[in-house]
């Protein structure tokens, strides 16, 4: 049974950062692309980042970039998405979740048309407030 499982979420004031970690089980996370989406609700899902399975490049939307950093531990099966610098707007449910794809931009086209994903969390929940 695959389960992904999301953590490091909380409350936060602005300017100040979380790590969240998306741990697997029944899954190798090395052998997809592995992204993170944020939902608020009544609003639709945004993709923040993704790490591809080949050479490890990434993908971040506009909003977050070179505030969010994302990365692999492979021996702990883990992928970990550094928030710094956080502000009010990043106030969300945060998830990990794979499409089964090796690359990101298989995984945010599946976002893109509110495709559904193979696997994902059950989401950690990040607030930025004063």
């Known amino acids: 049974q695959v389960q992904l499982v999301e953590s490091g979420g909380g409350l936060v004031q602005p300017g100040g950062s979380l790590r969240l970690s998306c741990a697997a089980s029944?899954?190798?996370?090395?052998?997809?692309?592995i992204g993170w989406f944020r939902q608020v609700p009544g609003k639709e899902r945004e993709g923040v980042s993704c790490i591809s399975k080949k050479y490890g490049s990434t993908f971040f939307v506009d909003s977050v970039k070179g505030r969010f950093t994302i990365s692999r531990a492979n021996a702990k099966n883990t992928v970990y998405l550094q928030m710094d610098s956080l502000k009010p707007e990043d106030t969300a449910v945060y998830y990990c979740?794979?499409?089964?794809?090796?690359?990101?931009?298989?995984?945010?086209?599946?976002?893109?048309?509110?495709?559904?994903?193979?696997?994902w969390g059950q989401g950690t929940q990040v607030t930025v407030s004063s």
């Open positions: 979740a794979t499409g089964l794809y090796e690359d990101c931009r298989s995984w945010l086209l599946l976002l893109s048309i509110d495709g559904e994903f193979d696997y």
């Open positions: 029944g899954l190798s996370l090395d052998e997809y692309a």
